[in-house]
């Protein structure tokens, strides 16, 4: 029996590209939201003795959680085998320690909160960094997939002298592997974050690259703050960057990032 993949809103396009590599089969649950918010869910097939995926990217992971854990629940007492996530990004992996008293430690709490429904995970790139595997936190088998070698393999291809640059320390395990796969040098710059939506970065010598275009890794985006501070750094250092990277810029101002 073929295995069958259950997208949750937004992830339709992902879940029939999964689908046409792996030989699966696809089913859009139904899902809606009563007037007082409360979510109706219904999956009108026969699962029983399947093995499902639920595919749901975890990005503003609030409003996602219900319909998710509901969905998985539902699988379940639906008969099927086995219930795994297919989460391209997995959220609350960064407040993986208590950092001031009584900070909730959310990286094990969603953990917790996830891996009753689940029989298996798998991931993009997790934010790992005091957390050094998923299994720490996630007490189901699970797996986590890295794009750094495609990353590397693209910029080698449409990047002209590539200079690779991670925003902050952090950054360092995915530009490093992706700047060597590009033959690539790579600059990773010093960040100090000045609350949840201000950072600021410190000036960089970047003379030696002058003429390289810098290409821009790190593994998250949420406010956008850390990308645009390091393009105004790149841009005071007159290093020169592509069209490409001036369009992004101007989207993320103009939504506010």
């Given at each position: 029996?073929?295995?069958?993949?259950?997208?949750?809103?937004?992830?339709?396009a992902i879940s029939a590209a999964l689908a046409r590599q792996m030989g699966a089969g696809v089913s859009v649950p139904e899902i809606r939201h009563f007037p007082d918010g409360e979510t109706y869910l219904r999956l009108d097939l026969d699962l029983h003795g399947r093995s499902v995926a639920l595919v749901?990217?975890?990005?503003?992971?609030?409003?996602?959680?219900?319909?998710?854990?509901?969905?998985?629940?539902?699988?379940?007492?639906?008969?099927?085998?086995?219930?795994?996530l297919v989460a391209p990004y997995l959220a609350y992996m960064r407040q993986d320690s208590?950092?001031?008293?009584?900070?909730?430690?959310?990286?094990?709490?969603?953990?917790?909160?996830?891996?009753p429904h689940f029989d298996w995970l798998v991931t993009v790139d997790p934010h790992l960094?005091?957390?050094?595997?998923?299994?720490?936190?996630y007490d189901i088998p699970n797996k986590a997939a890295h794009a750094a070698a495609l990353i590397g393999s693209w910029i080698a291809t449409h990047v002209a002298l590539p200079l690779l640059v991670g925003p902050d320390s952090e950054s360092v395990q995915w530009v490093s592997e992706a700047a060597h796969l590009?033959?690539?040098?790579?600059?990773t710059l010093r960040k100090t974050r000045l609350g949840d939506n201000d950072?600021?970065?410190?000036?960089?010598?970047?003379?030696?690259?002058?003429?390289?275009?810098?290409?821009?890794?790190?593994?998250?985006?949420?406010t956008?703050?850390?990308?645009?501070?390091?393009?105004?750094?790149?841009?005071?250092?007159?290093?020169?960057?592509?069209?490409?990277a001036r369009s992004m810029r101007s989207r993320a101002v103009r939504r506010g990032s």
């Open positions: 029996m073929t295995p069958l993949l259950i997208p949750l809103p937004g992830n339709d749901c990217t975890l990005d503003r992971p609030d409003a996602k959680l219900l319909p998710l854990l509901f969905a998985a629940r539902t699988v379940h007492e639906l008969g099927a085998a086995s219930v795994g208590r950092f001031h008293p009584g900070e909730a430690v959310t990286a094990a709490q969603f953990a917790s909160l996830l891996s960094h005091r957390i050094h595997a998923l299994s720490a936190v590009a033959q690539a040098p790579v600059v950072v600021a970065t410190e000036e960089a010598d970047l003379s030696q690259w002058a003429g390289r275009t810098p290409v821009l890794v790190d593994d998250i985006i949420s956008g703050h850390t990308m645009l501070e390091t393009m105004r750094v790149l841009e005071r250092a007159q290093m020169a960057y592509s069209r490409t």
